[in-house]
């Protein structure tokens, strides 16, 4: 059985990575409204692996006996000026969902919860991806400029992304 305060940290973090979800599919919208399908789809992988995300704590949250309490999701932005600022953006949400990991990963410790530390081992490998993932991509962008080629070249690139659930076990 889970504690009750660990079960409102767990519901609360499944409200943040369905309202990235939520974000990065706002992101794609306005990717796809730009006719950069390419980004449009590493956004819509991005939004898959957030909902993938979410569903794991869910389901590991009935598991423990826990009630899963779903909480209302913020409407995310939905206008950008630039592909740059989408991902400065991204990082800096990453960045948020990191400390909200590192934080839950501190309470499991502090409510002696060695399951769910354990459990939030996996997120916290999954961030480090997630933060290096957008860097690069910024770094491109950075380079980039408004070298229109460029842009067109990377918007290829990202077209090729795929939605693999990952194994979590």
């Known amino acids: ?12 973090q499944i ?11 706002s992101m794609s919208a306005y990717f796809e409204r730009k006719g950069l399908k390419g980004f449009a789809n590493w956004m819509n992988v991005q939004y898959q692996e957030e909902t993938f995300h979410a569903m794991k704590m869910y389901n590991y949250l009935l598991g423990r006996g826990g009630k899963v309490k ?12 630039s592909p740059l600022e989408v991902f400065k953006e991204t990082l800096e949400h990453e ?8 934080d839950l990963v501190d ?3 502090k409510e002696h919860d060695r399951a769910t530390f ?15 993932n957008d ?3 910024i770094a491109k962008l950075e380079l980039i400029k408004d070298n229109p080629n460029a842009l067109f070249m990377l ?7 795929t939605f693999q659930p990952p194994a979590t076990e």
């Open 118 to 132: 354990n459990f939030l081992q996996w997120y916290i490998d999954e961030q480090v991806e997630e933060e290096a």
């Open 1 to 12: 059985m889970i504690s009750a305060v660990m079960e409102d940290a767990l519901n609360k």
């Open 107 to 109: 309470l499991a410790e």
């Open 15 to 25: 409200n943040e990575e369905l309202f990235s979800a939520y974000l990065y599919l």
């Open 70 to 81: 779903l909480l209302a999701i913020k409407e995310p932005k939905n206008e950008w000026n």
């Open 95 to 102: 960045k948020h969902i990191t400390k909200c990991i590192n």
């Open 155 to 161: 918007d290829r690139e990202l077209a090729a992304r």
């Open 135 to 137: 860097e690069e991509i």
